[in-house]
């Protein structure tokens, strides 16, 4: 164990001597004498965290005290937030082994997906994407609530099929409350054909990616057919405008084809000392990102624009999706429930760029 802590630290101190602790932000292990790992945790302080975690526990005279079983105290800096997060998970699963869930809490986003192979597609809402070539995903949405809002959107302005146990069952599809509502295309009825039906799902698909841009094609097609006075078309155009506009909303800002979805963030990390000049320099942290994959870019001086503008555009060029053979869904969803907590939470530190 203590081969492996010390290729994932860069630092360790027996716990009497935790005074000398930095005060920068980083991962934090506690360990007993024979170097079994106790507590990993991020850190905004190193030392602040110790210090408290130690006087927390000696509170707490019901649980184990933290301070007494500590022999040895594993660190390392690392700067800013979001490259620890990383960090951290994958420090955690190296640690604690298939017990490192146990260790680390994730917050993980929904999304709406379509199985495009199925002979009458439909979508529906998951947090397991199962990331085969066939499926198309939407997302991500920040919670289960908002991804149904978003289908129902979708469905609404879409008049999508939303009884799958009926459409190859003809006898029974006139019970459907959809159908005789007119809420509803009626594939199930024969009132479309199936390659209707898959165009529909191709254009709902993208309008669920692109709401923006739809909703601006719908508008200027409304304005078209009411200049040709067909009213009624119009009032058509205008109820699906209203529907879509729902996913306009900020719960949607980072939503779209997550098989295209690019992020690009810059956040401040270390202030670096320069040979004869007595004011430190700050650097940036920048990173590329996909649903699938975290490219670290490394540390730019700020005013390294140009450099960074390169290696960026450089990183978004390797960013591809991984085969269906070696694509790994639990370190998948685990990685992007991560990038989403960060693009979701108020107050995110950095800059976050959709590309």
């Given at each position: ?5 010390n290729?994932?630290f ?13 005060s920068?932000a ?41 301070k ?31 017990d ?9 986003p929904?999304?709406i ?16 994407p ?14 289960q ?43 199930c009825?024969?009132?479309?054909s199936?390659?209707?039906?898959r ?6 698909f993208?309008?669920g ?25 119009a009032?058509?155009?205008?109820k699906?405008?209203?529907?879509l ?32 000049i ?29 450099k ?5 555009e ?33 107050g995110?530190?950095g ?5």
């Amino acid at each position: 164990m203590q081969e492996t802590l010390n290729e994932i630290f860069e630092n360790s101190l027996l716990s009497q001597d935790r005074q000398t602790l930095p005060s920068s932000a980083g991962l934090v292990l506690f360990a007993d004498e024979q170097d079994n790992p106790i507590q990993l945790l991020a850190a905004s302080s190193i030392r602040r965290v110790v210090k408290n975690k130690f006087a927390e526990q000696e509170e707490k005279s019901k649980r184990a005290d933290l301070k007494s079983i500590t022999a040895k105290i594993y660190y390392s800096v690392c700067p800013p937030r979001f490259r620890l997060a990383i960090k951290h998970l994958d420090a955690v699963r190296k640690v604690f082994g298939s017990d490192y869930k146990n260790h680390i809490k994730f917050v993980r986003p929904w999304f709406i997906k379509t199985e495009v192979s199925e002979k009458v597609p439909f979508f529906s809402i998951t947090k397991k994407p199962a990331f085969k070539t066939t499926e198309k995903i939407l997302g991500p949405y920040p919670s289960q609530k908002a991804a149904q809002a978003a289908l129902n959107a979708l469905e609404d302005a879409f008049k999508l099929c939303r009884r799958s146990d009926l459409v190859n069952n003809p006898a029974t599809s006139a019970s459907c409350p959809y159908l005789q509502m007119a809420s509803c295309g009626g594939i199930c009825a024969g009132k479309i054909s199936e390659e209707e039906y898959r165009d529909i799902m191709e254009d709902a698909f993208s309008a669920g990616a692109g709401p923006a841009q739809r909703i601006e094609k719908l508008e200027q097609q409304m304005t078209e057919v009411s200049r040709e006075l067909n009213f009624e078309l119009a009032a058509e155009l205008k109820k699906k405008i209203e529907k879509l506009s729902a996913l306009k909303k900020p719960a949607y800002k980072w939503t779209g084809d997550l098989e295209k979805l690019r992020i690009v963030h810059t956040d401040k990390s270390a202030k670096i000392k320069q040979k004869g000049i007595r004011a430190k320099k700050q650097t940036l942290a920048v990173f590329v990102m996909s649903f699938f994959e975290v490219i670290d870019l490394g540390d730019f001086f700020e005013d390294q624009t140009e450099k960074i503008a390169e290696a960026v555009e450089e990183g978004l060029s390797k960013i591809c999706r991984p085969s269906d053979t070696i694509c790994d869904n639990t370190e998948i969803l685990e990685q992007f429930s991560i990038i989403s907590y960060f693009l979701y939470r108020t107050g995110s530190k950095g800059v976050w760029q959709r590309r």
